[in-house]
């Protein structure tokens, strides 16, 4: 990996450990839904997804949370396991869906959401041991759609930023 790429990918890391603080303090709903996050770090994610390879996506994702987890949440609480299994899960399938079916970018964003959402009620349920939770999830799901539109918007927003930067370099 050459040193271009590496500090691409370190100042990607940054914004979204930037972009994940800021909207921790926006209040979504006056937290009537514990947890219900715009999810603006993902936009970088799809940046990422877009211009370079799944791997680099998941070490920039694994990386904004546990740098996140280092400065706001701790390394061993709930918080950073529910975050953990969100970004994994996103991620996955987020690369996925751009590498194998024709989805818009939106589209690839909004499935990021409802697997991120997925992801942390399956690993909440697990530890604390409770099926309840379930009940929690159609109303992340649906909360998804918009902020999966959001950042989806933000993303294609900023790769487009990108390419007229890059053009205009040539």
Same mark, same amino acid.
């Given at each position: ?10 100042? &990607? ?56 987890? *280092? ?54 349920? &697990? ?15 649906? &909360? ?14 900023? *790769? ?11």
């Amino acid at each position: 990996m050459d040193i271009r790429k590496i500090t691409h990918l370190a100042m &990607l890391i940054s914004l979204a450990v930037v972009l994940n603080i800021i909207e921790s303090t926006i209040p979504i709903f006056n937290n009537m839904l514990p947890g219900v996050k715009l999810g603006l770090a993902n936009a970088i994610i799809i940046v990422v997804i877009y211009l370079y390879t799944f791997t680099d996506a998941l070490y920039v994702s694994l990386g904004r949370v546990f740098i996140v987890g *280092l400065i706001r949440t701790g390394l061993l609480g709930i918080g950073f396991f529910l975050s953990l299994t969100g970004a994994i899960f996103s991620t996955i399938i987020m690369y996925l869906a751009k590498r194998y079916t024709q989805l818009s970018i939106i589209g690839v964003s909004i499935l990021g959401a409802i697997f991120h959402s997925l992801g942390q009620v399956l690993m909440a349920m &697990l530890l604390l041991k409770t099926i309840s939770l379930i009940f929690y999830l159609p109303y992340l799901l649906l &909360l998804a759609i918009p902020t999966g539109i959001i950042v989806g918007l933000m993303a294609k927003n900023i *790769l487009s930023l990108m390419d007229k930067k890059i053009a205009l370099e040539r």
